[in-house]
C-alpha cells in the first residue's frame, strides 16, 4: 500500500507558519503532531520551525536539519498547498533516506516563516501492520460469530416450516388424513408447499373416502345377488324334487353378478388410468341406429323421436361406445315416462360429435341429481319401485366417454325432465 499520498496530506501544515506562541509549548506541539500523524516515538519525526522575527522555534534534536533541507531533492507541490496572492506559500515535497530508514519530509515556506517535518515511513507501516492485526485477531473473529450466529438464525426460521411439515407428514395414516397445515404467516414460498400439501391430503382424504364407500356398496351389491344363488342352491339340495331347483332365477342372478362384476372392473381400469381403447372407425350413426330399434321393440308405449344426422363416423373401441349408449338408453327405458315422449339428437358439432338425449320423469330434486355419477346411488325409493340396477350405469358412462377424450355431463331441466349431453372428440 502506498502510503506517501496520506503522509503528504497529514503533513501539509500551512497552520505551522501561523501558529503563535510555539516557542512555549515545543512538546505539545510534538505530540499533537505526532498524533495526527500516529507516530508512537519522537525518533520517528523530525521537526523545524523557523521564524524571521524569533530565530529557530523547534528543532529536532540529533540532526542537522538544516543542511538536510538543503541537500533534499524537493518537488513543488501546488495541490497541497494552494498559493495566496497576499502572503504566497512555497509547498515541496521529497523521499530520501536517513540511517538506513526511508523518510518522508515536506517543506513549506512564506514569507516570514519556514517549517519542515520529516516521518520515519517504517513508523506508519508498522501502525498499519498494528491494525491490521487488531483487525484480523478481533474484527475477523467477532465478524465470523456474527455470520454464524445469524446463518443459524436465518436456517432455523427457513427450516421452521418445513419441520412443521414433516411432523405433520409423520401424523397422517390411512385413518387418519384430516391434519391440514396453515400457511398464513409463512413466506410466499412455502405457503404454495403448504397449499399444495394441504391439496395433495384433501385429494387423498376424498380418494380414500371414495374407495370406502365404493368398498362397502360393492360389497352390499354383490351379496345380494350371492345371497339368492345361495339360497337356490341349498333349496335345491335340501329338497328331495330337484325339479323345484329355479334355474331360471339362478341364472337371471348369476348374470346380474357377471354384469356388476364386469363393470366393476372397468370403473377399477378408469381409476388407475389402465382402461385399454382399441381404436377403431365407428359409425355413430348406425350405431345409434341399431340400438333405438331395440328401444322401441322392447316398449310398446314408448314414444321416441331421433334426429340422428348421417355418417357420423369416429374413432373408438367399439365395445365401450356400445356399453356407454347402451347403459344410458337402458335408463331411459328404467326411468322415464314412455307415454311422454324420449327425444335424442346425435349431431357433428366442428370436431367432436354431440349427442343429446331428453325424456320425462318423476319429479327429482337438485339434491338427487348431483349425485346420480355416484357410484350404487340409484336415487330415491320412490323412483325405484320394481326397477332393478346397480346404480353404476352413469359412472361408467361417463368414465367410458372421459377415457375417450369427452365427457357425459347433466344438463340444467326442470324437475321432471331428466337431460344427457355426451360429447365424444373426432379422433382421425
Not at 526511508?102 to 515511513?121: C, E, P, T
Not at 376424498?206 to 360393492?218: C, P
Not at 322401441?296 to 348421417?310: F, G
Amino acid at each position: 500500500m502506498n502510503l506517501a499520498p496520506r503522509l503528504d496530506g497529514e503533513m501539509s501544515l500551512p497552520q505551522v507558519a501561523t501558529s503563535k506562541g510555539i516557542e512555549n509549548s515545543d512538546a505539545r506541539f510534538i505530540a499533537d503532531l505526532m498524533a495526527k500523524l500516529r507516530i508512537n516515538s519522537q525518533s520517528n519525526v523530525m521537526v523545524f520551525v523557523d521564524s524571521d522575527a524569533h530565530g529557530v522555534l523547534i528543532a529536532s534534536e540529533g540532526t542537522d536539519i538544516k543542511n538536510l533541507i538543503g541537500s533534499l531533492d524537493w518537488i513543488k507541490s501546488e495541490r497541497l498547498a494552494p498559493p495566496d496572492k497576499n502572503h504566497p506559500i512555497r509547498c515541496q515535497l521529497a523521499s530520501f533516506e536517513y540511517k538506513h530508514q526511508q523518510w518522508r519530509a515536506s517543506y513549506f515556506q512564506s514569507h516570514n516563516i519556514k517549517s519542515f517535518i520529516a516521518v520515519d515511513l517504517s513508523a506508519t507501516t508498522s501502525e498499519l501492520e498494528t491494525t491490521l492485526r487488531t483487525a484480523f485477531f478481533v474484527v475477523i473473529p467477532f465478524s465470523l460469530l456474527l455470520s454464524i450466529i445469524g446463518a443459524w438464525f436465518i436456517t432455523t426460521t427457513t427450516l421452521r416450516p418445513i419441520n412443521r411439515l414433516h411432523k405433520s407428514m409423520d401424523r397422517v395414516t390411512q385413518k387418519d388424513l384430516s391434519h391440514r397445515l396453515l400457511g398464513d404467516k409463512e413466506d410466499k414460498e412455502f405457503k404454495v408447499l403448504i397449499d399444495a400439501y394441504n391439496m395433495m391430503l384433501e385429494r387423498l382424504e376424498d380418494s380414500f373416502q371414495q374407495v370406502s364407500r365404493f368398498t362397502a356398496d360393492a360389497a352390499h351389491e354383490l351379496k345380494t345377488p350371492l345371497t339368492v344363488l345361495r339360497g337356490k342352491l341349498e333349496q335345491a339340495v335340501t329338497s328331495e324334487n330337484t325339479s323345484q331347483l329355479d334355474l331360471n332365477a339362478i341364472l337371471d342372478e348369476v348374470g346380474h353378478l357377471s354384469a356388476i362384476t364386469r363393470k366393476l372392473l372397468l370403473l377399477s381400469q378408469a381409476d388407475s388410468g389402465s382402461m385399454a381403447l382399441y381404436f377403431e372407425p365407428i359409425n355413430m350413426t348406425s350405431l345409434l341406429d341399431e340400438l333405438t330399434a331395440d328401444m322401441e321393440l322392447l316398449s310398446d308405449e314408448l314414444v321416441l323421436h331421433c334426429t340422428i344426422e348421417r355418417e357420423l363416423i369416429l374413432k373408438g373401441d367399439i365395445v365401450l361406445m356400445k356399453q356407454l349408449l347402451n347403459n344410458l338408453l337402458v335408463n331411459v327405458i328404467r326411468y322415464s315416462i314412455h307415454k311422454k315422449g324420449v327425444i335424442i339428437e346425435a349431431r357433428q358439432n366442428e370436431s367432436s360429435i354431440e349427442i343429446l338425449i331428453n325424456n320425462f320423469c318423476l319429479p327429482m330434486s337438485n339434491e338427487v341429481r348431483s349425485q346420480l355419477f355416484d357410484r350404487f346411488y340409484r336415487g330415491q325409493p320412490e323412483q325405484l319401485q320394481g326397477i332393478s340396477g346397480s346404480g353404476l350405469g352413469l359412472s361408467l358412462a361417463r368414465e367410458i366417454a372421459r377415457a375417450h377424450g369427452g365427457d357425459l355431463t347433466l344438463e340444467a331441466s326442470i324437475e321432471d325432465v331428466f337431460s344427457m349431453r355426451l360429447l365424444l372428440p373426432i379422433v382421425k
